[in-house]
């Protein structure tokens, strides 16, 4: 029995199900790490932002050596047409791919020209908002673009994620706050990071070591089209332990509380709630 959902992937002129072997021992990605991706959502017969993900995924391309080879009006083309192997109403993850196939002048460097593009589409229902999850502070840092493409959504990136998350969930978590650098909050080990504190939210500035997510980018313009008093600001983990309120934004499971942090227990406030009904609301409507 697979230990994936069901799935449907293009790659090289054609729909494949299942996952089908695209690389082999000497593909550059496979062991050298040159790939990138991105991540959408389809769900209720809508895709938001759809269109802004495959354009990330060609900027993360370029930012990582690779060519971008389809546009992203073809991405979103295409996605059309695999949501059509599903069932109807089923959840999915839309993941575009691109890696080096071949090395470069070096075995190091992957070759630009010898870039490899797949569309993968899975099965993956939507996070409970009624459920959320626990954070503590996580034990490894985010990296700084001094030593990391933390200006792509790189696959090199992930496995440092793992390992925060491996050691939040050994200590009964389900995720963590991760800081970079200088020691304040980026994000989770999966998502974005809000809190609220009388009456205003705040989120990490954009400084480098964590990807401006497009939920993000929304649920900010959403508030504050909605007149809710939003500030990306540097945050320290005491500006978390003081909070009215914590809530996480993220392709996976959009807007989602958080309800509790190490021993103090949270619940999901007016803030949060108004941020996933509005981005809810937009999600559904013709505009996203």
Request: glycine share 10%; proline share 6%; hydrophobic share 40%.
């Amino acid at each position: 029995m697979a230990w994936y959902s069901q799935t449907w992937t293009w790659f090289d002129g054609e729909w494949r199900e299942g996952n089908p072997g695209i690389m082999g021992p000497r593909t550059h990605a496979a062991w050298q790490a040159s790939c990138v991706f991105d991540g959408s959502r389809y769900f209720d017969g809508v895709s938001p932002d759809l269109d802004r993900h495959a354009a990330r995924v060609n900027r993360s391309a370029v930012a990582l050596g690779l060519k971008a080879t389809v546009s992203a009006e073809e991405i979103v083309a295409k996605t059309a047409e695999g949501v059509k192997k599903f069932g109807s109403g089923t959840a999915l993850y839309i993941k575009p791919m691109y890696w080096a196939e071949a090395d470069g002048p070096s075995t190091i460097i992957g070759d630009p020209e010898s870039t490899q593009f797949a569309l993968c589409l899975f099965e993956a229902p939507m996070g409970d908002p009624g459920k959320g999850f626990s954070v503590t502070k996580g034990a490894y840092r985010r990296p700084t673009l001094e030593n990391a493409p933390t200006d792509a959504k790189a696959g090199c990136l992930y496995p440092n994620n793992a390992r925060i998350l491996r050691e939040a969930k050994a200590r009964g978590f389900d995720n963590a706050l991760v800081l970079d650098m200088l020691g304040n909050v980026a994000e989770t080990g999966t998502s974005n990071i809000f809190l609220a504190k009388d009456g205003v939210v705040k989120t990490p500035v954009v400084n480098g070591t964590f990807l401006n997510g497009i939920t993000r980018q929304r649920t900010i313009g959403l508030l504050r089209g909605a007149g809710v008093p939003v500030e990306e600001t540097t945050l320290g983990y005491a500006d978390f332990e003081q909070a009215d309120e914590i809530f996480s934004s993220g392709n996976y499971s959009k807007v989602m509380p958080i309800y509790k942090i190490d021993d103090r227990e949270l619940q999901p406030g007016p803030m949060f709630r108004k941020a996933r009904e509005l981005y809810m609301d937009f999600a559904h409507s013709k505009s996203a």
